[in-house]
């Protein structure tokens, strides 16, 4: 079972930025799909983005030309750099890994709060 550690979440005024990081305690690269998610209060958790092991990469309708995904396998990490956030993207991020064989695993998250 992977561990999964997520950082760079904090207090950000509107149109700011931030990098949220993900990284696991064995080799990512042994998963198929890595991902991101959010649940903000009082809705269900929705799809961010992800990027499988072949490098696909698909987004949100809602995040789209504003977030990217992208992975370091060397480093164990995948990254979400986040640009023009917006008070709707105020949420708990989770990272997540999911391999066929195994099924998904969960980050504890880290809360983004977009705000003046």
């Known amino acids: 079972q992977v561990q999964l550690v997520e950082s760079g979440g904090g207090l950000v005024q509107p149109g700011g930025s931030l990098r949220l990081s993900c990284t696991g305690s064995?080799?990512?690269?042994?998963?198929?799909?890595m991902s991101w998610y959010r649940q903000a209060p009082g809705k269900q958790r929705e799809l961010v983005a992800r990027?499988?092991?072949?490098?696909?990469?698909s987004y949100g309708d809602s995040v789209k030309d504003r977030f990217t995904i992208s992975r370091d396998d060397a480093k164990n990490t995948v990254f979400l750099q986040m640009s023009s956030l917006r008070p709707d993207d105020t949420a708990a991020y989770y990272c997540n890994a999911f391999r066929l064989q195994d099924g998904d695993s969960w980050g504890q998250g880290t809360q983004v709060t977009v705000s003046s």
């Open positions: 064995i080799n990512i690269s042994r998963f198929d799909i």
């Open positions: 990027v499988t092991r072949l490098g696909r990469i």
